[in-house]
């Protein structure tokens, strides 16, 4: 029930932000507003990564520790795997934090984006291949894109303490 409770906070929010976009693309009042790079997240990019990068990478690259054992934990890391891809197209948008603007005008930043959903997307493979070996490589590829762009934009506060620490341990009983 606890997994159940939480894909449906995180599907909630993630259509919240979705809901957000087609707002904020479709309330562009000058030609000069219309375009792309007027888009803007409902929310800071500092949000996003806690509430729906970390909520989605984390069970991927427990998995290994975890081994799916059956068709419903295979498709919930699937749904993960989803999230997180959109979750790195998301990163490329700024939002209403103060280094959003920053951060998302960065080719590095931009880079770490489109490579966090490339990974992603190899998870999602993974899971729909129920292939044990690939979504821990796939979760390695993500922890790795991860720390590079902690290490190049965030390397002090990752999620900027707004949930307190939420990467669980291998041990954590339920996670």
Not at 45 to 50: L, P, Q, S
Not at 78 to 98: D, M, N, R, V, W
Not at 110 to 120: I, T, V
């Amino acid at each position: 029930m606890n997994k159940f409770r939480s894909i449906t906070v995180t599907l909630r929010w993630a259509l919240l932000v979705a809901a957000g976009l087609v707002l904020t693309a479709c309330g562009g009042d000058s030609g000069d507003d219309s375009g792309p790079e007027a888009l803007r997240l409902p929310v800071s990019i500092n949000e996003v990564m806690a509430s729906l990068i970390n909520h989605s990478a984390d069970p991927i690259w427990m998995a290994a520790w975890r081994n799916p054992q059956s068709d419903q934990d295979w498709r919930e890391l699937e749904h993960l795997a989803l999230q997180l891809q959109l979750g790195g197209a998301l990163l490329s948008l700024p939002g209403t934090g103060p280094l959003d603007d920053e951060w998302t005008s960065s080719e590095r930043w931009k880079d770490h984006a489109n490579q966090l959903s490339a990974a992603a997307a190899g998870a999602v493979a993974a899971a729909r291949s129920r292939d044990l070996q690939l979504i821990s490589r796939s979760g390695d590829a993500i922890v790795e894109v991860c720390e590079d762009c902690h290490i190049d934009f965030k390397p002090d506060l990752p999620t900027m303490n707004i949930y307190g620490e939420l990467s669980p341990l291998p041990s954590d009983p339920d996670r």
